[in-house]
């Protein structure tokens, strides 16, 4: 789940996964997708909890939508 998306992030760049293969960016981009998704759903009556979630989620998120930015061409297409 999200450990291991958060575990799999080079924390650097910002790289869900490696970047073997020629589809890599896809399998970022669906990283970056449910990462999102879980922030955006987390409802967790503990507010105290869900706090400590949403920080937990925030910085990887950051990274992995920056890591998007930055593959950008200067069209706003994806890089080749």
């Given at each position: 789940?999200?450990?291991?998306?958060?575990?799999?992030?080079?924390?650097?760049?910002?790289?869900?996964?490696?970047?073997?293969?020629?589809?890599?960016?896809?399998?970022?981009?669906?990283?970056?997708?449910?990462?999102?998704?879980a922030?955006?759903?987390?409802?967790?009556?503990?507010?105290?909890?869900?706090?400590?979630?949403?920080?937990?989620?925030?910085?990887?998120?950051?990274?992995?939508?920056?890591?998007?930015?930055?593959a950008?061409?200067?069209?706003?297409?994806?890089?080749?």
């Amino acid at each position: 789940g999200l450990d291991w998306l958060i575990a799999a992030q080079d924390a650097e760049s910002g790289l869900i996964g490696t970047t073997e293969g020629v589809a890599f960016h896809y399998g970022h981009a669906a990283a970056t997708i449910a990462l999102a998704s879980a922030m955006g759903s987390s409802s967790s009556g503990q507010p105290k909890e869900h706090e400590a979630f949403m920080t937990r989620c925030v910085q990887p998120l950051t990274l992995a939508t920056r890591y998007i930015e930055s593959a950008r061409n200067p069209y706003g297409g994806g890089r080749q």
